[in-house]
């Protein structure tokens, strides 16, 4: 983890991906190189189907927002009154009932954490992370209208980018002492819709081995300057749901309403975030204070 005036430095000097740019990738190549390396700043067409998207992320950031404040101390009862949504306010209170994140431990909320690895600077911003004596928990609160595939999930670049960067950072957290093993570093998905069934997912030496590898080949991949390298996906059904659809197409794509709900679930694989999206505050909480809850 570097101080903001190091990564300044270092920064400046290499690419930076995060976990949108690997996603973007593997959505559709064309749309990586629209997005990250031409940077074009391209209108989402008027429809149903993109204003439900965006009702639903917004949604789930007013929740991370309120779940990162209720860490840093403000009261569930002072929040919980500023809530008027009825959605928002049943998350609130599903996360007050199972609150997963565990007692004992030294919590971080919305941090982001760097490593440099393979002549590029990754990044990874993460809602929660819990230090317990032994283990380390990375939490992301999902507000999806499914629970996530287990298998899915723990080969997604989320969870694979954050458990690589957290093997590669712990010794820089305060009150964290000695080596850990990758089995000592869990990403655990909590559901605000399915409160009780969190899926925990263990890291592993072989995982982390996998990943050693999984990088250095992304890095390759998203490092090319040219067109001739991002080729249009061939799964056409993604079109449909991506705003650069008039961009390439010319015109607006028919919605096939049978994809809808998959597609509302994108939060699962965070395929319409916008590149700066899940860009945290940054900010550490105090040790976990459940006095005010
Ligand atoms: S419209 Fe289709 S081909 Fe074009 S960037 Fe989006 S997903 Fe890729």
Not at 35 to 63: L, M, Y
Not at 164 to 185: R, T, V
Request: overall charge negative.
């Amino acid at each position: 983890m570097y101080n903001a005036e190091e990564k300044t430095k270092r920064g400046s000097l290499m690419k930076q991906f995060s976990q949108t740019q690997i996603q973007d990738y593997l959505f559709c190549p064309r749309r990586y190189f629209l997005s990250h390396i031409q940077k074009i700043t391209w209108p989402e067409p008027v429809s149903p189907s993109f204003e439900k998207i965006e009702e639903s992320n917004r949604q789930g950031k007013a929740f991370h927002l309120f779940i990162n404040r209720l860490i840093q101390g403000v009261s569930y009862k002072e929040l919980i009154s500023q809530v008027y949504e009825t959605d928002l306010n049943q998350w609130l209170k599903n996360f007050k009932k199972y609150n997963p994140l565990p007692d004992n431990a030294k919590i971080f909320s919305e941090i982001e954490i760097s490593a440099i690895f393979a002549e590029i600077l990754w990044i990874g911003y993460m809602d929660a992370v819990a230090f317990l004596p032994d283990k380390i928990q990375i939490f992301d609160w999902k507000t999806s209208r499914r629970v996530g595939d287990p298998k899915v999930l723990l080969n997604s670049p989320q969870t694979r980018l954050y458990c690589f960067l957290m093997m590669q950072n712990h010794q820089n957290f305060l009150n964290f002492s000695g080596n850990i093993s990758p089995d000592q570093i869990e990403m655990v998905y909590w559901y605000a819709r399915f409160p009780s069934d969190p899926i925990h997912l263990q890291y592993s030496a072989e995982l982390y081995d996998k990943d050693l590898f999984y990088f250095k080949d992304m890095a390759e991949k998203l490092c090319y300057d040219d067109r001739a390298n991002y080729p249009q996906t061939l799964q056409q059904n993604n079109c449909r749901f991506c705003r650069f659809q008039t961009f390439c197409f010319k015109e607006t794509l028919l919605e096939d309403e049978s994809l809808e709900d998959e597609f509302l679930d994108s939060e699962l694989f965070g395929f319409f975030q916008q590149p700066d999206q899940d860009i945290a505050g940054g900010s550490e909480s105090a040790q976990k204070n459940f006095e005010s809850f």
